[in-house]
């Protein structure tokens, strides 16, 4: 075996698997936003015709719709989660010369998938699971919700400045890309990616025989983005638990982010000496 071989992971590589997942996240989502923009257009224009001020109108909407995003893409999100654990653990296995039951390694992956999905689906919306119930989690991330909020305060806020009437505020809400096929598209497409990354560190964490991993930019990467990714990669190899200087544990950094992973293994001496241990 040559000595810290690197094993590289793509997590927007499209498989059957993953595909079907994709779609059935992106239609959650797409339906979840038609919903919403119903839900909410009534509430911003009942208050848009008091002049209320932006910031205060967002803050009375709920997006009662997006709760039930959760329970609709738990299992699409376990299934990549674990589909890309396994090929994780698959990809080093070929390098590594060693008796190791798979099948319980395979089994401890799938359970932290399932975990996993439960987790993130619920964070997507700014919710957490508690005694079987969605409560508020204040410290969720990548949440629809943020973004959501932050265009409607801009239509708003851009309504009061042109004058607009509040049907054609209506209009330009119900159509904004805040709500709209492409965005459930993009979201779809980024968590993707995220439950993959997730599903091949965990793999590799789970072989115990992974040293390092390296952040690889994307085909579609330029130095001009506005985003960590290149800081990230030229950081070159880390330890597998650590961080990269933008925080994340691997892709994607931002929304559509298409950079991947490679694993370095440790060398013959140190896997020796990790099966002493054992």
Same mark, same amino acid.
């Given at each position: 075996?040559?000595?810290?071989?690197?094993?590289e &992971?793509?997590?927007?590589?499209?498989?059957?698997?993953?595909?079907?997942a994709?779609?059935?996240?992106?239609?959650?989502?797409? @339906?979840?936003?038609?919903?919403?923009? $119903?839900? =909410?257009?009534d509430?911003?224009?009942?208050?848009?015709?008091?002049?209320? *001020?932006?910031s $205060?109108?967002?803050?009375?909407l709920?997006? $009662?719709?997006?709760?039930?995003?959760?329970?609709?893409?738990?299992?699409?999100?376990?299934? =990549?989660?674990g589909?890309? *654990?396994?090929?994780?653990?698959?990809?080093v296995?070929?390098h590594? !010369?060693?008796?190791? $039951?798979r099948? !319980? =390694? %395979?089994d401890?992956?799938?359970?932290?998938?399932?975990?996993?999905?439960?987790s993130?689906?619920? /964070?997507m919306v700014?919710?957490?699971?508690?005694n079987g119930?969605?409560?508020?989690?204040?410290n *969720?991330?990548?949440v629809?919700t943020?973004t959501?909020? !932050?265009?409607?305060?801009?239509l708003?806020?851009k309504?009061? @400045?042109?004058?607009?009437?509040? *049907?054609?505020?209506?209009s330009?809400?119900?159509?904004?890309?805040? %709500?709209?096929?492409?965005?459930?598209?993009?979201?779809? #497409?980024t +968590?993707?990616? #995220? &439950?993959?990354?997730?599903?091949t560190?965990?793999?590799?964490?789970?072989?115990g025989?992974?040293?390092?991993?390296?952040?690889?930019?994307?085909?579609?990467?330029?130095?001009? %983005?506005?985003?960590d990714?290149?800081?990230n990669?030229? +950081?070159?190899?880390?330890?597998l638990d650590? @961080? %990269?200087?933008s925080g994340?544990?691997?892709?994607p950094?931002?929304?559509n982010c298409n950079?991947?992973?490679a694993?370095?293994?440790? !060398?013959?001496?140190?896997m020796?000496?990790?099966?002493?241990? /054992?």
């Amino acid at each position: 075996m040559a000595k810290n071989p690197k094993i590289e &992971a793509h997590p927007f590589d499209p498989t059957k698997i993953k595909n079907a997942a994709e779609k059935n996240v992106e239609e959650t989502i797409a @339906d979840a936003f038609e919903d919403a923009a $119903k839900e =909410v257009a009534d509430d911003v224009i009942e208050q848009y015709e008091l002049k209320t *001020a932006a910031s $205060k109108i967002i803050n009375l909407l709920s997006f $009662k719709s997006y709760d039930k995003i959760p329970d609709e893409i738990e299992n699409s999100l376990e299934a =990549v989660f674990g589909e890309a *654990a396994e090929h994780a653990i698959d990809g080093v296995y070929v390098h590594v !010369d060693e008796d190791v $039951k798979r099948d !319980d =390694v %395979f089994d401890l992956a799938n359970e932290d998938a399932k975990e996993y999905a439960q987790s993130r689906a619920a /964070e997507m919306v700014g919710k957490k699971w508690v005694n079987g119930k969605l409560v508020n989690n204040p410290n *969720a991330q990548w949440v629809i919700t943020d973004t959501t909020r !932050d265009g409607i305060k801009s239509l708003i806020e851009k309504a009061y @400045d042109k004058g607009l009437t509040p *049907a054609e505020v209506k209009s330009e809400l119900v159509s904004s890309y805040g %709500f709209s096929k492409e965005r459930a598209s993009m979201i779809a #497409r980024t +968590e993707m990616n #995220r &439950a993959s990354t997730q599903g091949t560190l965990n793999g590799w964490k789970q072989t115990g025989v992974v040293e390092g991993k390296e952040w690889i930019l994307g085909d579609d990467w330029e130095d001009t %983005f506005e985003c960590d990714c290149g800081d990230n990669a030229d +950081e070159g190899v880390i330890p597998l638990d650590d @961080d %990269f200087q933008s925080g994340d544990d691997g892709p994607p950094n931002h929304p559509n982010c298409n950079c991947s992973l490679a694993a370095t293994l440790m !060398d013959e001496d140190d896997m020796e000496r990790e099966e002493d241990d /054992e």
